[in-house]
């Protein structure tokens, strides 16, 4: 019963990462494609006059600032998201205020252990989300009752939650990632983490043949 029941585990596994590694990539050139686009046309079919120098030094500067977050960011992710989440989190965007707390919340509350598939998957059902709460709010707070809200809101409450709203995420979410990465190793696997292993390595042994 075991051996009949494992096999189509390994199979689906294996076929999620060869689906990820080929429609990811995918997904991610055409995401960039329609940005580079819509930029473009922006700056030079609309009549604004943007000229090319200034559009190449508005590129190097995003370049300069973002330049080492580029390269930085998806090593200091990966542990974490995993490599499908991964994909998902960098077309979507909002990684380190939002995804990134919501992926780590998540597993977390659940248990996990980084870097498994257990973790990969919990992140991505993480990320889907909090992209739909986002949503939501947006449609709801933003779109139908946001002029409303404002006019109710004094100007310095406004002022105050700008100043602040920031520190205060990444300050909840420092401690709720070291907590999660840092954690007491346990002498014997549970047998779901022992499972989970298995499933793994056969994993990674089919992608390999």
């Known amino acids: 019963m075991a051996h009949g029941t494992s096999i189509p585990a390994r199979g689906s596994i294996a076929d999620f990462d060869r689906t990820t590694?080929?429609?990811g990539p995918i997904t991610l050139c055409l995401g960039l494609i329609v940005t580079i686009a819509a930029a473009l046309f922006m700056a030079f079919g609309t009549g604004v006059g943007v000229t090319a120098g200034e559009f190449w030094t508005a590129v190097g500067s995003v370049a300069v600032l973002l330049g080492v977050g580029a390269i930085v960011e998806p090593i200091m992710y990966y542990?974490?998201?995993?490599?499908?989440?991964?994909?998902?989190?960098f077309m979507i965007g909002n990684i380190g205020n939002k995804l990134l707390p919501a992926s780590i919340v998540a597993q977390n509350k659940l248990g996990?252990?980084?870097?498994?598939?257990?973790?990969?998957?919990?992140?991505?059902?993480?990320?889907?989300?909090?992209?739909?709460?986002?949503?939501?709010?947006?449609?709801?707070?933003?779109?139908l009752l946001g002029t409303w809200l404002l006019n109710l809101i004094p100007a310095e409450v406004i002022s105050t939650v700008q100043t602040f709203i920031l520190p205060a995420v990444f300050g909840a979410m420092v401690p709720q990632l070291l907590s999660f990465l840092i954690k007491p190793r346990s002498k014997r696997a549970t047998p779901e983490e022992a499972r989970e292993e298995a499933l793994e390595e056969t994993a990674a042994a089919g992608l390999s043949d």
């Open 112 to 143: 996990v252990k980084a870097g498994t598939k257990r973790a990969e998957f919990v992140s991505g059902a993480a990320i889907i989300g909090a992209v739909i709460v986002h949503i939501i709010t947006l449609v709801v707070l933003v779109g």
């Open 21 to 23: 590694s080929i429609w």
């Open 79 to 89: 542990p974490i998201l995993g490599k499908s989440a991964m994909y998902q989190a």
